[in-house]
């Protein structure tokens, strides 16, 4: 019988990440309870920022999800962000976060941003604003935002964003990110 040269542990084989993700508003209440239970990891337990991550925003606030799916059927909160309007036509948004499996894939966080500030626009935006920490300045940039200030929140800095809003959507919406992905990197 032939001798193997490697071992297979835990590490061998990298946890599943669906490639099928659709960024929408949270409708259904499992996806808003994962909306706030990713929030709450991202923002509690991982970054330690917050010790209770719902604020009173959370109460006019549109919660936004990225979806992923298996063989066609949501079934996990993967990316989250929330936006609100304090008051008319000024609209934040905030709290975007996406699961540590799904950092760097398939375009999250770009659609999540999109989605956020697309529909603002179509609920009558006239002006958006997020409070970004430093750390995603430049991403953000890329996306066309601007600098307005530079602040300290929660003891870490942050950067005060203004989106040019003529710039949205700048990719399609609530629909499947797999054949974007595979548009973008193909």
């Keep these: 019988m032939a001798e193997h040269s490697f071992v297979l542990t835990e590490d061998s084989f990298p946890d599943y ?22 929030r709450r990891q991202v ?18 606030a549109i919660p936004i999800v990225a979806l992923a799916s298996q063989c066609g059927m949501p079934n996990a909160v993967v990316g989250a962000v929330r936006i609100y309007q304090p008051e ?17 894939h398939s375009m999250i966080g770009t659609a999540l941003i999109n989605e956020a500030v697309s529909r603002a626009r179509d609920i009558g935006c006239d002006r958006f604003l997020a409070t970004v920490q430093i750390c995603n ?17 929660l003891g870490q800095p942050h950067a005060v964003m203004q989106v040019s809003l003529q710039h949205y ?11 974007l992905r595979a548009r973008q990197h193909g």
């Design 88 to 104: 008319p036509g000024l609209w934040y948004g905030g709290r975007l976060c996406v699961a540590p499996a799904y950092r760097r």
């Design 43 to 60: 923002f509690s337990a991982e970054q330690q920022l917050l010790q209770q991550d719902k604020d009173e925003h959370d109460f006019q």
């Design 17 to 38: 990440r669906a490639d099928d993700v659709l960024v929408k508003v949270a409708s259904e209440a499992w996806e808003k309870a994962e909306y706030f239970g990713l």
């Design 169 to 179: 959507p700048f990719m399609p919406r609530q629909v499947s990110l797999l054949p």
């Design 137 to 153: 300045e430049d991403y953000f940039r890329r996306l066309h935002w601007n600098t307005l200030e530079h602040i300290a929140l």
